[in-house]
Nanobody, 126 residues
Framework: EVQLQASGGGLVQAGGSLRLSCTAS????????IGWFRQAPGKGREGVAC????????YYGDSVKGRFTISSDKAKNTVYLQMNSLKPKDTAVYYC???????????????????WGQGTLVTVSS
């Protein structure tokens, strides 16, 4: 059974940092891309950052480039999202997902046939 467990969300002031973790089980990491997505109140879900588990190539959405870093630890079956210089507009529920897709297809469509974990709420206060 494929399982994805996202954690690490919380309340942080603007300019602060958080690190999200996504621990996965039930599939072979190397065959998948892992992505972080977010959904803000009243908005659609968007791709934030994705990583290829085979060669650790990464993709970032324009709104987070230079502030967020996605990384992986295969020994722990975990993908991280380090979020720095957080802004109130980063407030959202963050989800991790795994799919047998290209890491640069970091979108709902690209991960539509993948597996999704439950979300973790990130709130950035001004």
């Amino acid at each position: 059974e494929v399982q994805l467990q996202a954690s690490g969300g919380g309340l942080v002031q603007a300019g602060g940092s958080l690190r999200l973790s996504c621990t996965a089980s039930g599939f072979t990491f190397d065959d998948y891309a892992i992505g972080w997505f977010r959904q803000a109140p009243g908005k659609g879900r968007e791709g934030v950052a994705c990583i290829s588990m085979s060669d650790v190539s990464t993709y970032y959405g324009d709104s987070v480039k230079g502030r967020f870093t996605i990384s992986s630890d295969k020994a722990k079956n975990t993908v991280y999202l380090q979020m720095n210089s957080l802004k109130p507009k980063d407030t959202a529920v963050y989800y991790c997902a795994a799919a047998r897709t290209r890491y640069y297809w970091c979108s709902n469509y690209g991960f539509s046939e993948g597996y999704w974990g439950q979300g973790t709420l990130v709130t950035v206060s001004s």
